[in-house]
T-cell receptor
Framework: DAGITQSPRHKVTETGTPVTLRCHQTENHRYMYWYRQDPGHGLRLIHYSYGVKDTDKGEVSDGYSVSRSKTEDFLLTLESATSSQTSVYFC???????????FGQGTRLTVV | SQQGEEDPQALSIQEGENATMNCSYKTSINNLQWYRQNSGRGLVHLILIRSNEREKHSGRLRVTLDTSKKSSSLLITASRAADTASYFCATDAYGNTGKLIFGQGTTLQVKP
């Protein structure tokens, strides 16, 4: 695997609590992404970053925020977790916008 | 919205047979990518084909792209049990941003 570490790998949280997922890369790639994977929907982009402090929304960004204060770290925050945010979350990185993406191992989040 | 539609959704073959998966998309693209996902794991990049390319090979994998029909196919020759996985196509439907839209995937089972 490319040098991508997601933490935590598994988390159970209660409805209404804030949750932060972390993606750390050692590849010095400019682009970082957060996707969620749900049965019947494939992977959908939540937010992405094209540089330090440069982020933009994806197709399912409501209820999520992100921050990127360093090249290597991209944080995804669920401001107030809901059961509909139960999912598997994947971080990905790419060197350029037109090159392949490398994915982390995923974080399985359950909101009860 | 689902940019990539994959067909078939599921495919079961015997070892040694060839497997063909198809992907259709809706908008113009710069490139199309294929990924593999083993159960419970992250996605692994297989091949990236650019819009000015018609065919690309990588080992036992052959990808074709027909931009006039907005479709692509992934052929795995001489399949092995280890090829059992889900396969996804992804397109850069948002222009040169790195943001990918994934199809829902084809689940391939290769029986020994």
């Amino acid at each position: 695997d490319a040098g991508i570490t997601q933490s935590p790998r598994h988390k159970v949280t209660e409805t209404g609590t804030p949750v932060t997922l972390r993606c750390h890369q050692t590849e010095n790639h400019r682009y970082m992404y957060w996707y969620r994977q749900d049965p019947g929907h494939g992977l959908r982009l939540i937010h992405y970053s094209y540089g330090v402090k440069d982020t933009d929304k994806g197709e399912v960004s409501d209820g999520y925020s992100v921050s990127r204060s360093k090249t290597e770290d991209f944080l995804l925050t669920l401001e107030s977790a809901t059961s509909s945010q139960t999912s598997v979350y994947f971080c990905a990185i790419s060197e350029r916008a037109d090159t392949e993406a490398f994915f982390g191992q995923g974080t399985r989040l359950t909101v009860v | 919205s689902q940019q990539g539609e994959e067909d078939p959704q599921a495919l079961s073959i015997q070892e040694g047979e060839n497997a063909t998966m198809n992907c259709s998309y809706k908008t113009s693209i710069n490139n199309l990518q294929w990924y593999r996902q083993n159960s419970g794991r992250g996605l692994v990049h297989l091949i990236l084909i650019r819009s000015n390319e018609r065919e690309k090979h990588s080992g036992r994998l052959r990808v074709t792209l027909d931009t006039s029909k907005k479709s692509s196919s992934l052929l795995i020759t001489a399949s092995r049990a280890a090829d059992t996985a889900s396969y996804f196509c992804a397109t850069d439907a948002y222009g040169n941003t790195g943001k990918l839209i994934f199809g829902q995937g084809t689940t391939l089972q290769v029986k020994p």
